[in-house]
């Protein structure tokens, strides 16, 4: 008998190989670099909030741009609600960090990552937003994928 392995992805699109390809090879990296391939991926994701792929493929690579975000809003000078820099972005990693499945505002969340400099010119109004599309509690439900990348919905219906 097959062992038939489960994965979740995002509703959505159909898988792109190309794209799990190069998440897997961001994942299995020790060197993180964003490829061409991967930054299409984001802008897609932020325009369609859909995603080939499950949230276990795709976190480490939202993270990685999570972290680089938050870094371009580094500020000096005055604390945000009494918390350093540091502490902030530790505190918002640790946001997306607590989720076992993708945000609900996951779409929300890469809008912000693509359009930081026309959106964010201001470092504390970045900070904000990242910190209010991450402190949502729901996620999006991720059905679950047979092997052949259909959902158990359209097996019983083809």
């Known amino acids: ?69 938050i870094n371009k809003g580094q500020f000096t000078g005055q604390d945000l609600k009494n918390e350093s820099f540091d502490q902030l972005k530790s505190r918002l990693l640790g946001l997306f960090d607590s989720f076992q499945e993708a945000p609900f505002t996951l779409q929300r969340l890469c809008e912000i990552i693509v359009g930081i400099a026309a959106n964010y010119p201001n470092p504390h109004k970045l900070l904000y937003a990242l910190e209010k599309s991450l402190t949502v509690t729901s996620t999006l439900q991720t059905p679950n994928v047979n092997d052949d990348g259909r959902t158990p919905m359209e097996v019983e219906s083809s």
């Open 1 to 69: 008998k097959k062992k038939t392995k489960k994965m979740s992805r995002l509703v959505g699109t159909g898988a792109s190989s190309q794209t799990q390809e190069e998440l897997q090879r961001f994942n299995n990296s020790s060197t993180k670099e964003e490829t061409p391939a991967l930054t299409r991926f984001l802008e897609t994701l932020a325009k369609t909030g859909k995603t080939p792929c499950g949230w276990n493929d795709v976190k480490p690579f939202l993270r990685f741009k999570l972290e680089e975000t």
